[in-house]
């Protein structure tokens, strides 16, 4: 089993649509939590951190529930800027490795 | 935010030479850098851990001999790829952690890689 598992998708969406995107991590030592996001042939970009009390920042909304290894990333009024792959990444705690997910694309269309 | 160039930014080279890519923190000190490889569709991949003045710890199934990793100075680390073959060809890039830093790494642009 791969320590974080995502959907890969791809999500194809309009304009304006909401999207909620899920990721699950087998290891319950995991501390940290981050949605990273991808653009073709660049490198990853930190999206925002993941809190346990849930966070929002603009448009997106990233949820953690421990007690079933689960993180979530939701984003409202989609745009076409929007379109990239979102990585869900976790690590084990301070100064650890960061773990990466497959990533899941995302797809917003006019 | 924290900048981290990657140079060059990509290399086209001949089976068998071997190829060095260069990872500088340009505005902090980066005690820690990190190499990942990314094939087509596939996530990052964790390489090796590069501490300052030590050697790299390898992640298993990386072949130190073969991925050879220096990181002489606070703001540099290099990666060379010893004898490239074209299933070598992959997007390697680098994050950097500053040493006051526990959870954030900043990463480079990566470089593009193909061995023909």
């Known amino acids: 089993r791969k320590e974080v598992e995502q959907d890969p998708g791809p999500f194809n969406v309009p304009e304006g649509a909401t999207v909620a995107f899920n990721c699950t991590y087998s290891n319950s030592a995991s501390q940290s939590f981050f949605w990273y996001r991808q653009d073709c042939r660049k490198e990853p970009k930190l999206l925002m951190s993941?809190?346990?009390s849930g966070n929002e920042d603009g448009r997106f909304t990233a949820q953690l529930n421990r007690a079933s290894q689960y993180i979530s990333l939701l984003i409202r009024d989609s745009k076409l800027s929007d379109s990239a792959t979102y990585l869900c990444?976790?690590?084990?705690?301070?100064?650890?490795?960061?773990?990466f997910g497959t990533g899941t694309r995302l797809l917003v269309s006019p | 935010g924290a900048v981290v160039s990657q140079h060059p930014s990509w290399v086209i080279c001949k089976s068998g030479t071997s190829v060095k890519i260069e990872c500088r923190s340009l505005d902090f000190q980066a005690t820690t850098m990190f190499w990942y490889r990314q094939f087509p569709k596939q996530s990052l991949m964790l390489m090796a851990t590069?501490?300052?003045?030590?050697?790299?710890?390898?992640e298993q199934g990386v072949e130190k001999d073969k991925f050879l990793i220096n990181h002489a100075s606070l703001t540099l680390s290099t990666l060379t790829v010893t004898s490239a073959h074209p299933e070598d060809s992959s997007f390697y890039i680098c994050?950097?952690?500053?040493?006051?830093?526990?959870?954030?790494?900043?990463f480079g642009p990566g470089t593009r890689l193909t061995v023909l």
């Open positions: 993941v809190y346990s």
């Open positions: 590069s501490n300052e003045g030590s050697k790299a710890t390898y």
């Open positions: 994050s950097a952690r500053h040493a006051t830093s526990t959870d954030t790494q900043y």
């Open positions: 990444v976790v690590n084990k705690g301070a100064r650890e490795k960061l773990v």
